[in-house]
């Protein structure tokens, strides 16, 4: 069974910066596309970020340059740097394992893992 916990999420002042991480246990993540998604109240579910095993990433366009992910296979945990955090930031961020951000690096992967999610929220 497939793990994924998110950690790092809190409250920051805009113009801040955060930095989440995603434990994964139950598989080994090397071989695996990473990503991570957000979701703020009443909106859909957005990419923001996603990397391939040998580190091809891609970013949502309004993230580029405030955002960074990274990935450690060795530690079986993928990071997601964010700086410059802004009100609309505000939102549930979730780490994927899988098919959904293999889609955003038009990969393809028969696996979908989702984590629990954690709370960013960016107020004064």
């Known amino acids: 069974q497939v793990q994924l916990v998110e950690s790092g999420g809190g409250l920051v002042q805009p113009g801040g910066s955060l930095r989440l991480s995603c434990a994964a246990s139950?598989?080994?993540?090397?071989?695996?596309?990473m990503g991570w998604f957000r979701q703020a109240p009443g909106k859909q579910r957005e990419l923001v970020a996603a990397?391939?095993?040998?580190?091809?990433?891609n970013y949502a366009d309004s993230l580029k340059g405030r955002f960074t992910i990274s990935r450690d296979n060795a530690k079986n945990t993928m990071y997601l740097q964010m700086n410059s955090l802004k009100p609309e930031d505000t939102a549930v961020y979730y780490c994927?394992?899988?098919?959904?951000?293999?889609?955003?690096?038009?990969?393809?992967?028969?696996?979908?893992?989702w984590g629990q999610g954690t709370q960013v929220t960016v107020s004064s």
């Open positions: 990397i391939t095993s040998i580190g091809r990433t």
């Open positions: 994927n394992v899988g098919r959904s951000a293999a889609q955003a690096l038009g990969l393809i992967d028969p696996n979908d893992y």
């Open positions: 139950g598989t080994i993540i090397r071989i695996y596309t």
